[in-house]
């Protein structure tokens, strides 16, 4: 609300910086990824359930909101399932260093061109099929190989992009 004793800014330039101020929130608000870490994942098996970390390889003075954010929320024990991974990657979180600012794959390329972030599988054990919730302490210390997912952007999550070729930059 605006106080009508208000002389210094028409309504245009009042209501023009109540929007900037509420857009600058949403935008702030929608660089991390949304966790549902106890929701099903293609990635569950039986007794076992397979979620991220956003870790650090290199560190960085001057590192990215995105990845300070996320970085954050890792010291608090936010994981992650894939799917969280891929809805936050289509729906354009971080994208302004996506090519040409458009969305990119989060899982893949992390924080971006130059980022020195990666994503560690974490694996749980639950107690039986009947058990839906993660919570600190169960994690295992390794991962069988049955349970590894496969496949090239599973490999590619563990790798930070500055180790990546051309350094995660869009092929030109």
């Known amino acids: 609300?605006?106080?009508?004793?208000?002389?210094?800014?028409?309504?245009?330039e009042w209501a023009?910086?109540?929007?900037?101020?509420k857009?600058?929130?949403?935008?702030?608000?929608?660089?991390f990824i949304k966790s549902k870490p106890n929701e099903e994942?293609?990635?569950?098996?039986?007794?076992?359930?397979i979620r991220y970390t956003y870790q650090e390889k290199v560190s960085s003075t001057n590192s990215r909101d995105f990845c300070k954010t996320m970085m954050g929320r890792t010291?608090?024990?936010?994981?992650?399932?894939?799917?969280?991974?891929?809805?936050?990657?289509?729906?354009?979180?971080?994208?302004?260093?996506?090519?040409?600012g458009q969305d990119y794959s989060l899982f893949e390329f992390k924080g971006g061109i130059y980022c020195g972030h990666y994503w560690q599988e974490e694996l749980y054990r639950m107690k039986d099929k009947?058990?839906?919730?993660?919570?600190r302490g169960k994690e295992v210390n390794s991962i069988p190989k049955s349970y590894q997912p496969k496949g090239k952007e599973y490999q590619e999550a563990?790798?930070?992009?500055?180790?990546?070729?051309?350094?995660?930059?869009?092929?030109?």
């Open 158 to 172: 563990g790798i930070a992009p500055t180790d990546m070729k051309d350094r995660g930059a869009y092929p030109n």
């Open 130 to 135: 009947t058990e839906k919730y993660i919570s």
């Open 16 to 21: 023009n910086s109540l929007i900037k101020k």
């Open 75 to 100: 010291s608090r024990g936010v994981v992650y399932r894939k799917e969280d991974i891929d809805n936050a990657s289509s729906s354009g979180v971080n994208n302004n260093f996506g090519h040409k």
């Open 41 to 49: 994942s293609k990635l569950d098996k039986s007794y076992y359930k």
């Open 1 to 12: 609300m605006r106080d009508v004793s208000d002389k210094n800014s028409n309504s245009d």
């Open 23 to 31: 857009l600058s929130k949403i935008r702030k608000f929608a660089d």
